[in-house]
């Protein structure tokens, strides 16, 4: 089951890869014969989400491979360091868009081309779509990776967008707006680097094993409850390694049962836990009496 995450969040990093290196080409070509450096800017970001998309792909490899003698947890936390890079790739981006937006601001071009706003729009529209595909991959994976390589899309969804705009501004407005599509390039810089916290916030939590799952702990304690010679459960601590969870549970039981009892029931339901709730690779137990 684990392997086949595994491989479905590879495959969905492999086509990130192909679709923005599609786009990156179509934008900058679009860019350049249009005139339009808001395009361009798109073009540079979708650029840069290659190369962010393709550290996706080896931090998916390298996360998926089996717990060793040096990494009893797995290899799962190279998940949110790579989303860390992820990030620096979106921040790095950003402020080339910047610079270059202010730079173009001062200096006089030609307006842009009608035919960039039909571009855009296309783009716009499958950037939705790819949005769509990797983030819902990402939920059905866990992986923290996966899912800001979707807000990756987004974000070029919304930088296309702001294009658009400013393209539309500069046609209609005639004469002394050509501009316009700069100052739409400057917007979608400010959005990127929003973006990039958005994105940034909880991959830190994951790598400081903040608590983030309120719905496991509730899934985990129900099935708790379905087990004979449970009394209750306490607490129960969960960590996250890449597309995986590590459970600590305090199990309560009957206090006058003997230790081999209590050890059975414990592992029944650690079998059962890691039967109905794949994700979880382990579970460490620590059995409290009831009184």
Request: net charge negative; proline share 3%; glycine share 6%.
């Amino acid at each position: 089951m684990l392997k086949t995450i595994s491989q479905k969040a590879i495959h969905t990093a492999y086509f990130s890869i192909f679709a923005n290196l599609i786009l990156a080409i179509a934008k900058a070509i679009a860019g350049v014969l249009g005139h339009s450096f808001a395009l361009i800017a798109d073009a540079i970001e979708s650029t840069t989400d290659v190369f962010s998309s393709f550290l996706v792909l080896i931090g998916l490899k390298y996360a998926s491979k089996p717990a060793d003698e040096n990494h009893p947890y797995g290899h799962g936390k190279i998940e949110p360091l790579v989303t860390f890079i992820v990030v620096g790739f979106l921040l790095v981006s950003a402020t080339f868009i910047v610079i270059e937006s202010i730079h173009n601001i001062q200096t006089p071009h030609k307006m842009p081309k009608p035919f960039t706003l039909i571009v855009l729009g296309v783009i716009i529209l499958l950037k939705e779509i790819f949005y769509r595909f990797v983030h819902r991959k990402g939920k059905e994976t866990n992986s923290t990776s996966l899912k800001a390589d979707a807000w990756h899309h987004r974000s070029d969804a919304i930088t296309s967008l702001m294009a658009f705009i400013g393209i539309s501004i500069a046609l209609y407005m005639g004469d002394g707006y050509e501009n316009a599509d700069d100052w739409a390039a400057l917007f979608a810089a400010g959005f990127i680097a929003f973006n990039a916290y958005l994105i940034f916030r909880p991959a830190l939590g994951e790598i400081m094993d903040e608590h983030l799952h309120d719905d496991l702990v509730a899934q985990i304690r129900s099935i708790a409850k379905k087990i004979d010679g449970v009394k209750d459960t306490e607490k129960c601590f969960i960590r996250k390694s890449g597309m995986t969870y590590y459970v600590d549970l305090h199990l309560v039981v009957d206090g006058t049962i003997s230790v081999h009892e209590g050890h059975e029931i414990a592992h029944q339901l650690k079998d059962q836990i890691l039967f109905e709730i794949p994700a979880v690779v382990d579970v460490l137990m620590h059995v409290e009496p009831d009184h």
